[in-house]
Each structure stands twice: as structure tokens, then as C-alpha cells.
């Protein structure tokens, strides 16, 4: 089994619906961060969260919201999707202290 | 502010030739660094990361990189391109202190031609 799930792996959705996409870990990792992949653009980070209580926003955070629901668990939320939003996005987690990164196998969304 | 600048989206090499990624960065602290590897519908995997120490640095599947503070740079090389290198490759760049999360280039796509 992964240490970090993402679901679901592929959606398609329609502009102005709310969705969610969800992310757990089995690694034991106080830290999670949401980020988006857009061809070109590399990954941004939409997100993050250094512990249950603590939320941040990262560089392209307007039209999202995120939940820390508990230490495993770290869900990103599009209120009202839109086009723009279609690409390739990625929860991570690490351990307090230490930057290095530990993926999911990513989530495709497409906002039709 | 940190920051990372990938030279060149697409870099294209024949089987067995040398790979050169390059890898520039900009961070007001000593900074740590990282390459990641994605495969095709796949995640991120870590190839190799520079925290202290070494300054040359090796990871997984032949690749290697090293730190030089003085020209800000962190280029990733493996001297024989195979063809499974074909991937993006990420150059990212953190705090010292651990307390900042990953920032990340804009990628560089790798073919790898028979």
C-alpha cells in the first residue's frame, strides 16, 4: 500500500461544482501540503500544514480551502470550480524538521 | 525568498550519452537541496538531496549532483543516459531549518534517444 493516497486518481467536473479531493498518509508525518502541477509551471504550492491545528496558505491559494481533518488526514477543497483549475495535483508530507517531501501518486482533475 | 530556475524545459540526449540537468538557486540562508524524478503518471520520487556536508552528492539510478555555493547552482549529471531516465525532472530548494516547505523549479522533460 502507498504511505500517501490520494483519491480519487482521475475526476471530471463541471464549472461551479464544489469538489473535493482527499489525501491520507500512513507515514507517521506531522506535516502535509497541498500543491498543483500545471505543464510549464512546474509545482505551486496551494496549501499547507504543519500540524493539526496550524493551516497556511501557499502561493496560489485563492479558490481553494483546505481541512486538516486529523494527523493522517489533509483534504483540498474547490468551492466553486472552475476551467482554470484543470492540472495535476499533489498532496506531500515530511516530517517536522525536515524538508524532504513525500508524494502522492497525484490526483488529475478536469473542470469542464 | 527562495526560488529555483531550471535551465531548459526539454533537454533531449541519445542512449549513453552524458546527462547534464542544470540547477540554479536563490535563498538568503544556506539552503537544502533536492532533486525529484516523475515518472510518467506517477508521482514525485526523491533522486537525491543535499542537506550538509559532501557537496557531490549521489542518489538513485546512476544520477549525482553537486552543490557549488559559490555559482548558486545544483546540476544534476549520470554520465550514460538509459532509456528509462526519460522522465521531468524537479530541482527543489528548502531552508536549513527545515521549517519552509519545498519550492520547486518548473521542470525539465528528459528524452532519452535509441
Known amino acids: 500500500d502507498a504511505d500517501v493516497t490520494q483519491t480519487p486518481r482521475n475526476r471530471i467536473t463541471k464549472t461551479g461544482k464544489r469538489i473535493m479531493l482527499e489525501c491520507s498518509q500512513t507515514?507517521?508525518?506531522?506535516?502535509m501540503y497541498w500543491y498543483r502541477q500545471d505543464p510549464g509551471l512546474g509545482l505551486r504550492l496551494i496549501y499547507y500544514?504543519?500540524?493539526?491545528?496550524?493551516?497556511n496558505k501557499g502561493e496560489i491559494s485563492d479558490g481553494y480551502s483546505v481541512s486538516r481533518q486529523a494527523q493522517a488526514k489533509f483534504s483540498l477543497s474547490l468551492e466553486s470550480a472552475i476551467p482554470n483549475q484543470t492540472a495535476l495535483y499533489f498532496c506531500?508530507?515530511?516530517?517536522?524538521?525536515?524538508?524532504?517531501?513525500?508524494f502522492g501518486q497525484g490526483t488529475r482533475l478536469t473542470v469542464v | 525568498a527562495q526560488s529555483v530556475t531550471q535551465l531548459g524545459s526539454h533537454v533531449s540526449v541519445s542512449e549513453g550519452a552524458l546527462v547534464l540537468l542544470r540547477c540554479n538557486y536563490s535563498?538568503?540562508?544556506?539552503?537544502?537541496l533536492f532533486w525529484y524524478v516523475q515518472y510518467p503518471n506517477q508521482g514525485l520520487q526523491l533522486l537525491l538531496k543535499?542537506?550538509?556536508?559532501?557537496?557531490l552528492v549521489k542518489g538513485i539510478n546512476g544520477f549525482e549532483a553537486e552543490f557549488k555555493k559559490s555559482e548558486t547552482s545544483f546540476h544534476l549529471t549520470k554520465p550514460s543516459a538509459h532509456m528509462s531516465d526519460a522522465a521531468e525532472y524537479f530541482c527543489?530548494?528548502?531552508?536549513?531549518?527545515?521549517?519552509?516547505?519545498?519550492?520547486f523549479g518548473k521542470g525539465t522533460r528528459l528524452s532519452v534517444i535509441a
Open positions: 527543489a530548494v528548502a531552508r536549513t531549518s527545515g521549517n519552509t516547505p519545498l519550492v
Open positions: 506531500a508530507t515530511s516530517a517536522s524538521g525536515e524538508p524532504e517531501a513525500f
Open positions: 535563498s538568503s540562508v544556506p539552503p537544502y
Open positions: 543535499y542537506t550538509t556536508g559532501a557537496t
Open positions: 507515514k507517521g508525518h506531522d506535516r
Open positions: 500544514s504543519f500540524d493539526v491545528k496550524d493551516i
